[in-house]
């Protein structure tokens, strides 16, 4: 039975493209509300300038950095996939070592994100970015958020709620993906050895 590995390679291509999307994404939304926060937080009252210390911005800092290893992992791979000099879709154990080494981290790295960002949502004495613009996005304006600027106030939030929640689930399909491109490392080098065993075969029968 012969077996063609290129449509595996595709996939994984196609997988890890995705992978560097999401990344470049998340690490925007991420730094941006970051950006606002730290921006903002002396002096718009939303933020509580006063008590700077009740809110936890590890777990954002934890999503940027998780987003930038994946970002420069995956990128790596997916360069070295298109170069055709690099010559991977020949050099199977190679490619399926590399493979293995940009997902394998990057994965666990985003599932331990993942798992601290949340644990940091459901802890009740502190507020992190996510759970403070999302509590208070539909909040009415206090009398005085009239005489402050445009971009005081907490018109702002349902937008920085909704990024927030998208650089956090975001990571989780990341590494759903990462798993994903992680099985087809491992079955796309099973059917390039026997792709290639397969050719040995057929070779030795017409030279016999």
Not at 99 to 121: D, F, Q, R, W
Request: neutral net charge; hydrophobic residues 45%.
């Amino acid at each position: 039975m012969k077996i063609n590995p290129a449509p595996l390679h595709l996939a994984q291509t196609v997988i890890t493209g995705l992978v560097v999307a999401f990344s470049i994404a998340i690490l925007g939304t991420a730094a941006h509300t970051l950006d606002v926060f730290n921006k903002q937080q002396t002096s718009n009252p939303w933020w509580l300038p006063l008590w700077p210390q009740h809110f936890d911005v590890h777990g954002t800092n934890a999503l940027i950095a998780s987003a930038t290893v994946t970002l420069a992992l995956s990128g790596v791979f997916l360069v070295m996939s298109l170069i055709p000099q690099v010559n991977l879709a020949n050099k199977h154990t190679l490619r399926a070592l590399l493979a293995l080494g940009s997902a394998g981290p990057s994965s666990l790295l985003t599932v331990v994100t993942v798992i601290y960002v949340h644990i940091l949502n459901a802890r009740s004495e502190l507020d992190t970015i996510q759970t403070w613009t999302c509590k208070y996005k539909n909040s009415a304006p206090m009398q005085q958020d009239m005489t402050l600027a445009s971009n005081m106030g907490n018109s702002y939030f349902g937008s920085l709620c909704h990024q927030s929640k998208f650089a956090l689930y975001g990571t989780l399909v990341v590494f759903m993906l990462l798993c994903v491109s992680m099985g087809l490392s491992v079955v796309g080098w099973m059917a390039d050895k026997w792709s290639e065993r397969q050719e040995r075969k057929e070779l030795e029968m017409q030279q016999s």
